[in-house]
């Protein structure tokens, strides 16, 4: 169902208040251009979520998708983890 190489990205959603939109949250480790020390860097994504099935918490997997609008080009591709409730 893939075409192409997409970008794929996991994260932890933390906003569900849109509608079939989730903003998801990813981490990277980085070092430290100067001093080398590995820091975290957070990027969040808009996410497209047809069926309102994430919550928060939940461990996803985002791929790179058309916009379709403004600020949103990822969809969910799949949920690795529930959050616990």
Known sequence: MERGNRKSRIG?????K??????VKVE??????KY?????RAEKYKAHDENNACQIGD????????????????RIAETLEKAEV
């Open 12 to 16: 932890v959603v933390v906003s569900n």
């Open 18 to 23: 849109m509608a079939k939109t989730v903003v």
């Open 28 to 33: 990277r480790r980085v070092a430290d251009p």
């Open 36 to 40: 080398g020390k590995i820091v975290k």
């Open 59 to 74: 461990k996803v997997r985002i791929v790179e998708t058309r916009p379709m609008s403004k600020d949103k080009r990822w």
